[in-house]
């Protein structure tokens, strides 16, 4: 293993133009930097998060195995082409990005030579707010403003300011004073950990209607003062309307990655357990149905901490990060790919960019535009339990146009999946911040920590390749 490791090595260092230089008994050596041995990694999961570590591991010359449950990388990264035509492909999980915002996202696009384009889902939203539909203009006239209940100070910002934005209006005051975006304390405001974000808005004289678009249960107002303060230091809107996904899908990243890696990517290979010690690790796994041992001197886990927890870890460990496995909460529900044979609702005269305040189908938007047909994917977001006929039959009972030319109907239901059944980490509970951060991010011993849950804001492929370089870092630096 150490071998070939340090023929890829040499090969992705001529690639990359480090200019590293190799010593004799597996010592890495970096221009300023004393010699570091050659590390033996297991990374635990092949999503974007696991491959970006192991790529990152590799290209410093280590020693990488990706240990991966299901039969496919990716994992919430998935674009599928099954059951649709002409080339069309939907993205079962992943939607998009910003710029800014994913800086690291996109310095792996132009490193790999992968293709973003911008995806317009964000412009001319039309909104279903009380079984009624609004256009964007409409959401800025401020007769409609008021009918829908704003009061006058919202009504000038919302006349002047896009409709998601609103929560701006309302945090904006608080943001100048966080300067670190990893840092959430020591901004004066350590104490609001413990009063709920609705109080703030409340106090600060928010309206029923913004109160109803705002609300955060369960969240402190330190939290969502530091949440938007990131945003801000890193450039981004509240809610960026000018994103991007990537030609082809944005699995294209992931199976980039993993192009890179070869066989050092194991799939159906579920870890069982997890040993670990003062000076390596040793994992069990199962491959073809038989369990199987490695071992190697670091882990990076870059499975959801909900999978994760079930995997026994001896010794267990200490309190404080188990609390954070034990309590992390996310979120989870479904995808929908709807394949139509025409953009039916131009003929309308609607966007297709649509939000419903339906409990079953939360969203819809066009998608893989690019791709040389008359056919046309529409994706969509909606709850889990729900089965896509049903998801179609609510589009077609609210779509405010004529009538539709969806052909084709498939999903992915995350909640059901044994191996991904989380979406997204959702806020950390009232009074609780100081237990989550920064412990989620710290390596306990040998054993380190990326992925989506294990960075700062809950913005998954960026979360995912930002703790991924980090987690690279510490091990490379050990
Ligand atoms: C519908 C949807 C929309 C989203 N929209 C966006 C978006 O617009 N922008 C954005 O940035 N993010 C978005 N996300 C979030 C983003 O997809 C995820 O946060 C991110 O892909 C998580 O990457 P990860 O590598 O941390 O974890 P995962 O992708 O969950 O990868 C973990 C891997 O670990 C494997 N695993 C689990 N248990 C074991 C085991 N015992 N042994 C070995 N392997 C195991 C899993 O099979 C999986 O492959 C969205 C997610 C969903 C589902």
Not at 93 to 114: D, F, M, Q
Not at 147 to 160: R, V, W, Y
Not at 168 to 174: A, G, T
Not at 302 to 311: M, Q, S, Y
Request: with cysteine.
């Amino acid at each position: 293993m150490q071998n070939n490791s340090r023929r890829a090595f040499i090969k992705n260092t001529a690639i990359t133009g480090l200019g590293a230089g190799l010593l004799p008994n597996d010592m890495l050596s970096f221009p300023g930097n004393s010699p570091r041995k050659v590390k033996k990694v297991i990374v635990a999961g092949a999503g974007i998060a696991g491959l970006c570590t192991a790529y990152e591991l590799m290209k410093r010359g280590h020693d990488v195995t990706v240990l991966e449950a299901t039969g496919r990388h990716g994992g919430h990264v998935f674009t599928v082409h099954d059951g649709l035509s002409d080339g069309l492909y939907g993205d079962f999980g992943a939607e998009h990005i910003t710029k800014p915002g994913y800086e690291r996202y996109w310095s792996y696009l132009n490193e790999l030579g992968v293709e973003a384009l911008p995806y317009p889902r964000r412009k001319n939203i039309l909104r279903r707010i009380d079984g009624k539909f609004y256009t964007e203009e409409m959401l800025r006239d401020k007769v409609v403003l008021k009918t829908l209940g704003f009061n006058e100070k919202e009504i000038a910002f919302l006349s002047k300011n896009p409709y998601w934005d609103l929560n701006s209006l309302y945090v904006k005051p608080y943001l100048s004073k966080f300067t670190d975006e990893y840092n959430p304390f020591n901004a004066g405001y350590d104490e609001l950990d413990k009063v709920p974000i609705d109080d703030i808005y409340k106090r600060d004289g928010a309206s029923a209607r913004a109160l109803e678009i705002l609300s955060a249960s369960n969240t402190s107002a330190l939290f969502e003062f530091w949440r938007s303060a990131i945003l801000n230091i890193r450039g981004v809107p509240q809610f960026p309307v000018d994103v991007f996904r990537l030609k082809g899908g944005n699995q294209m990243l992931p199976n980039a990655f993993a192009k890179k890696l070869g066989p050092r990517v194991w799939l159906n290979c579920p870890i069982q357990s997890i040993e670990h010690g003062a000076s390596g690790v040793t994992v069990k796994y199962k491959r073809f149905g038989e369990e199987q041992v490695i071992t190697a001197d670091y882990l990076v886990n870059c499975i959801p901490l909900p999978a994760f927890r079930k995997i026994p870890v001896t010794p267990a460990f200490p309190p404080e990060k188990q609390f954070v496995i034990d309590n992390i909460q996310y979120d989870s529900y479904q995808r929908f790919v709807f394949q139509a044979s025409s953009k039916f609702w131009e003929k309308d005269n609607l966007s297709i960019n649509m939000e419903f305040d339906h409990p079953d189908l939360w969203a819809v938007w066009q998608s893989a535009d690019e791709v040389d047909t008359h056919r046309v994917i529409i994706l969509g977001t909606g709850s889990g339990g729900i089965s896509v006929q049903r998801a179609l039959a609510v589009f077609r009972e609210l779509y405010p146009g004529s009538k539709d030319t969806i052909e084709q109907a498939v999903s992915r239901d995350w909640t059901k999946e044994a191996f991904s059944s989380t979406c997204e980490r959702v806020n950390f509970p009232l009074g609780e911040l100081h237990k989550f951060w920064p412990e989620i991010i710290k390596p306990h011993g040998r054993i380190h920590f990326a992925g989506a849950y294990a960075d700062n804001l809950n913005w998954g492929m960026e979360a995912s390749t930002r703790s991924a370089y980090r987690a690279a870092n510490e091990i490379d630096m050990a």
